[in-house]
């Protein structure tokens, strides 16, 4: 199973992201611990479809950035790094510009080969679910 990693940080994970997605869409880690990560983002107008109602990508890049960042803070000793197998997501409500949605993700599955995140998505106003997610990730290792 693994551990978390000492060496990654919350302030380390959020600053990783500034020049890429998570970093423009406002993605803020704001917790690490064994086995979960908890991140948020304020919704701005850049995160709504045209029907003025959250994107569903916006969703998934949120759920996707904290179960990526979960997965990169308990590799493996060894492994070089991970990717995305596949992702699943249920969208059970929206939230509009203004609000405050947070993410959970959980870890369901630590192996060597792979890792398994369930992840919720919910308005931080209300605590209501906007979205359950899951991906499996597929560890990386350094080719000899």
């Known amino acids: 199973m693994s551990q978390l990693r000492p060496h990654i940080t919350v302030d380390l994970l959020n600053e990783r992201g500034n020049e890429y997605l998570p970093g423009y869409l406002g993605i803020e880690i704001v917790e690490l611990a064994p086995s ?13 479809a045209p029907n003025n109602f ?12 904290a179960c990526g960042y979960a997965t990169v803070a308990h590799l493996p000793d ?12 249920n969208f059970l409500g ?6 405050i949605v947070g993410c959970i993700a959980t870890a369901q599955h630590l192996g060597r ?3 398994v995140w369930d992840a919720v998505v919910v308005d931080q106003a209300t605590d209501r679910k906007i979205a359950l997610f899951r991906c499996t990730q597929m560890i990386l290792w350094k080719k000899t």
């Open 36 to 48: 979960s990560l908890k991140c948020r983002m304020a919704v701005k107008k850049l995160h709504i």
């Open 54 to 65: 959250l994107h569903a990508a916006s969703v998934v890049a949120l759920a996707d950035t």
């Open 78 to 89: 060894g492994a070089e790094s991970f990717t995305t197998i596949e992702l699943k997501s």
């Open 94 to 99: 929206t939230a509009k510009d203004g609000s």
């Open 113 to 115: 080969n792979t890792q």
